[in-house]
């Protein structure tokens, strides 16, 4: 482990408000971009953000130094960002009772059409299909895939994140890729037949 | 057929080549403040949770309908078992529920 983070880590278990704010600096990007990527959903991301930091805060006393902080923060941003979206289809199988009976029952559900704000205008269009496509196949291949080609991490450290082999990442990521040629070449067919 | 399949497969290319290069995306400004405003912000408990639960128009109505369904039910029983003939209903009673049956007459109350 590097030597700047043990002394973060070092500080932030002893509950320095600086070091707080330098994690923050340091990692806000990585699980931001992590968590937009899953959720699809700038309010939802900004809000998890911000559960994550709060996560970290009260339980870094308890982390290890066996992996990386890193790891463990994305592991943390995962896991947060996953439970968000289990929330969502059970608030989407009861929408019909929360709009009768409910006072917040509009407007709960990501719209259909998401930009990533990282991808260049020209590529927007192209992009919005892929994260479309993207929430169609199972989550572990979406989140190999995600920390791969979003994240920019190698299958090593996905690996670590994820908790599994080099070989099981591989295989995620091929998998991954075949499912999402099968959704988008559905959705071209569609598209063009129309 | 082929023409259509080739420009399919070209699509699909360009929507995998659409995130190459892809930025990072940034939270807004200001995120430690609005973390630290979370955190110092007071904690609801248990009771408060629950009240707020079952103050929720959708918990109301449930319980009003759960309620209303062991009135209907408590009266269907009803209605079934004093729908049976007067002979049917005291076959029920045993010889223990005689001997166990103690009469008040009016002496007792006057007299006890």
């Not at chain 1, 992009?127 to 993207?134: M, Q, R, V």
């Not at chain 1, 099981?168 to 998998?175: F, Q």
């Not at chain 2, 079934?80 to 529920?97: F, G, L, Y």
């Amino acid at each position: 482990m590097h030597q700047n983070e043990e002394e973060l880590i070092k500080k932030l278990q002893q509950g320095e408000q600086e070091a707080f704010k330098k994690a923050i600096d340091l990692y806000q990007n990585m699980v931001y971009n992590t968590i937009i990527s899953i959720v699809q959903n700038e309010a939802d991301a900004e809000d998890i953000t911000q559960e994550v930091f709060i996560q970290v805060y009260q339980s870094v006393g308890s982390f290890k130094a066996h992996a990386k902080f890193s790891t463990w923060l994305y592991r943390i941003t995962i896991a947060k960002s996953l439970d968000n979206e289990k929330r969502k289809r059970r608030k989407k199988r009861f929408g019909f009772m929360q709009r009768l009976f409910g006072e917040d029952g509009e407007a709960q559900y990501h719209p259909v059409e998401f930009n990533h704000p990282g991808v260049i205008l020209d590529n927007k269009e192209k992009a919005g299909e892929l994260f479309k496509a993207l929430q169609k196949i199972p989550d572990n291949q979406r989140i190999a895939f995600t920390l791969n080609k979003i994240e920019g991490l190698n299958n090593n450290e996905i690996a670590e994140v994820m908790n599994t082999t080099f070989y099981a990442v591989e295989s995620l990521l091929a998998r991954a890729k075949a499912n999402l040629k099968k959704e988008l070449k559905t959705y071209y067919l569609q598209k063009t037949s129309k | 057929m082929m023409e259509k399949d080739k420009n399919i497969e070209r699509q699909i290319e360009d929507a995998f080549n659409s995130i190459k290069g892809i930025n990072k995306a940034t939270p807004k400004p200001y995120l430690l403040t609005r973390i630290n405003a979370r955190l110092n912000s007071p904690v609801k408990n248990n009771w408060e949770s629950a009240a707020v639960f079952t103050s929720r128009p959708s918990v109301m109505a449930l319980g009003l309908c759960l309620v209303l369904a062991v009135n209907v039910g408590v009266m269907l029983l009803n209605t079934s078992s004093t729908n049976k003939p007067v002979a049917e209903r005291s076959a029920t009673i045993t010889d223990e529920d005689e001997s166990s049956a103690t009469f008040v007459s009016i002496d007792n109350i006057e007299n006890p």
